[in-house]
Structure formats: C-alpha cells, structure tokens
C-alpha cells in the first residue's frame, strides 16, 4: 500500500502555510505533509524524523523545496531549538502515527499480519527492539505494557502465554500465541486478536507517550503569535496526551480553585481550536484505511 498522507486538507486548514514564514514537520515521515506545506506558501521548513529512511525519502521527494532536515526525535527539543537557531515558526504538524513505508517494509516487523523478525523501531539504530521486550521483560512488565499501552484486558493471559513461548524470533509466532491466548469469542470481534499488544509492544519500544505532553508544550512555545500546531494521533492514549497537554497550554494556573486570583504567574499560551478532534471523511476512511483511526487537534499561539 503506497503512502497516503493522513488529514491532508484538514491540516493545510489548520496551518495556512500561505502566510509564507518557516514550519516544523516534526514527524516528517513519506514527506507527502511537508510537500503539502511547502507547496502551499511555506517559506521554509524543518524536517524532522528518527527513521533514517524516512529522512532519505524526503530529501529526494523535496529536492528544490526551501527545506531543512534534522535526523532526531522530535521530543529532542535542544536539537530542534539548535536547528532553529532562534527563530519561531508559523506552523508545526505532528502526525504521531506508524508511517505506510514502515509498516509495508516486512523486514521492519510492525505488521502482525506478515512474517518478519520482531523488530518495530522506528528508529533502526536505536538499542532497544520487540525482540528483547517479548523475550526479556518479565511477565509482570510485559502485563502492564500489554494493559496500560494496548487497553487489552487479556494482558495478564497474553504475557502468561508469551513468557510460556519463549523464544519468540518473528511477529507470526508473536501473533500466533496472542491469538491462542485470547478466548475464542473474544477472537470473533474487533479485527485481528493481536492488534492491541502489538501497539503496546511497539509504543514500548520507540517509547511514543515518554515525554509527549511535555513536547507538545514546548512546541508551542516555538510558534509566531498566531502560529498553529496540528497534532494527529492514532490511539486513545495519544489522543488523551494531545487534549491534555493543549488544555495545559490554555489554562495553566496552578493556584488552588479557592484562590480568588491567580498568584502562580502562569499565563495561557493560547487556545484549543478544536474542542473535539477532526476525524476522516467517509471517502478518506474508505480510500485509506489507516485513516480511520486518526484524530486531528488544533492550537493556536498568542
């Protein structure tokens, strides 16, 4: 399946590159939103992504475009304020989701529906992958992972079976024990039985929720006055972390409700655009699957 960028419309919406000035695409991916960007007015760009690959193909799809690239995670706020070099920005998108290239490429092992080594970084460098957290993680850990990122209430019979089974070397074996594991009318419902700990496994290993409220807030500090921050997520507790983190930025006093003023000095950054998040059209969920999952939140600096 070729990559289709997720919420396209929605995002240019939200962004207006046509005010021209320098954007973030903190999550730069198969690049279709940064050529989006750059095509509508942007004078600049930043490009960032962890994946190495994902950095290889946007340089080549944007070749001629006003564009910087940054190899890091986007939480690594010290790198993108060093490549910013002081200047604010006019628009960031976060598109926090698993991109298409990666999920096709068998070898990286995100897939529960095709045979690959357990893998699942988005970032090939880096030390930790599914491998040593399904063959090394105790079952108490891998339970909480499995509950906590993947809202499975099966966890504590999914890790039973997978320390059971060790070990595990590839993501048909992994599926095969989840699904074994799972009672058989559980099985009948909500799609492929391992959907849910493969998220988990996956958010545990690229360490997705460590820090996003936190980024998202300093993101917004690197906006122009009016500038925007598009955020789309793909799973409940990434959608939480967004509407959490925005609400933080609208209304950050800390002073007890008592207070009858604010003594705490925290003033708001701005405010949420969007009370509840843009979903998909019904003919982006039926052109692009992936979609249907998707949640698009908007903040607006002053």
Same mark, same amino acid.
């Given at each position: 399946?070729?990559?289709?960028?997720?919420?396209?419309?929605?995002?240019?919406?939200?962004?207006?590159?046509?005010?021209?000035?320098?954007?973030?695409?903190?999550?730069?991916?198969?690049?279709?939103?940064?050529?989006?960007?750059?095509?509508?007015?942007?004078?600049?760009?930043?490009?960032?992504?962890?994946?190495? $690959? #994902? +950095?290889?193909?946007?340089?080549? @799809?944007?070749? /001629?475009? *006003?564009?910087?690239?940054?190899?890091?995670?986007?939480?690594?706020?010290?790198?993108?304020?060093?490549?910013?070099?002081?200047?604010?920005?006019?628009?960031?998108?976060?598109?926090?989701?698993?991109?298409?290239?990666?999920?096709?490429?068998?070898?990286?092992?995100?897939?529960?529906?095709?045979?690959?080594?357990?893998?699942?970084?988005?970032?090939?460098?880096?030390?930790?992958?599914?491998?040593?957290?399904?063959?090394?993680?105790?079952?108490?850990?891998?339970?909480?992972?499995?509950?906590?990122?993947?809202?499975?209430?099966?966890?504590?019979?999914?890790?039973?079976?997978?320390?059971?089974?060790?070990?595990?070397?590839?993501?048909?074996?992994?599926?095969?024990?989840?699904? $074994? #594991? +799972?009672?058989?009318?559980?099985? @009948?419902?909500? /799609?492929? *039985?391992?959907?849910?700990?493969?998220?988990?496994?996956?958010?545990?290993?690229?360490?997705?929720?460590?820090?996003?409220?936190?980024?998202?807030?300093?993101?917004?500090?690197?906006?122009?006055?009016?500038?925007?921050?598009?955020?789309?997520?793909?799973?409940?507790?990434?959608?939480?972390?967004?509407?959490?983190?925005?609400?933080?930025?609208?209304?950050?006093?800390?002073?007890?409700?008592?207070?009858?003023?604010?003594?705490?000095?925290?003033?708001?950054?701005?405010?949420?655009?969007?009370?509840?998040?843009?979903?998909?059209?019904?003919?982006?969920?039926?052109?692009?699957?992936?979609?249907?999952?998707?949640?698009?939140?908007?903040?607006?600096?002053?």
């Amino acid at each position: 399946m070729s990559h289709i960028s997720v919420l396209l419309p929605e995002c240019m919406e939200a962004l207006l590159p046509s005010r021209g000035g320098l954007f973030i695409d903190a999550t730069a991916g198969g690049g279709g939103h940064s050529e989006a960007i750059l095509k509508g007015g942007a004078g600049g760009l930043l490009a960032i992504d962890k994946d190495g $690959d #994902a +950095i290889e193909r946007c340089s080549i @799809r944007l070749a /001629g475009y *006003p564009v910087e690239f940054l190899r890091t995670d986007y939480k690594d706020l010290d790198a993108v304020r060093e490549a910013l070099g002081g200047r604010k920005v006019q628009g960031i998108l976060m598109d926090l989701g698993v991109s298409s290239f990666q999920l096709d490429e068998e070898e990286r092992g995100f897939s529960y529906s095709r045979k690959a080594p357990l893998d699942m970084r988005m970032d090939k460098s880096a030390p930790l992958s599914a491998k040593e957290v399904v063959n090394e993680y105790s079952e108490e850990d891998l339970k909480k992972i499995i509950y906590q990122y993947g809202e499975e209430k099966f966890a504590p019979r999914i890790a039973r079976a997978i320390v059971k089974a060790r070990p595990l070397e590839d993501t048909e074996q992994l599926a095969n024990v989840i699904r $074994d #594991a +799972i009672p058989a009318p559980a099985r @009948r419902q909500g /799609g492929n *039985p391992a959907k849910r700990t493969f998220q988990a496994i996956r958010i545990e290993v690229n360490k997705e929720l460590e820090g996003l409220e936190e980024a998202i807030g300093e993101y917004i500090d690197l906006l122009e006055s009016g500038g925007r921050l598009a955020i789309i997520s793909f799973h409940s507790l990434e959608d939480r972390a967004v509407k959490n983190a925005m609400r933080t930025a609208e209304d950050p006093c800390t002073c007890p409700k008592e207070f009858p003023v604010c003594i705490c000095g925290k003033k708001p950054k701005g405010k949420a655009l969007t009370r509840k998040p843009i979903l998909p059209s019904e003919k982006e969920m039926e052109e692009n699957p992936r979609s249907k999952s998707a949640k698009l939140r908007i903040f607006e600096h002053i």
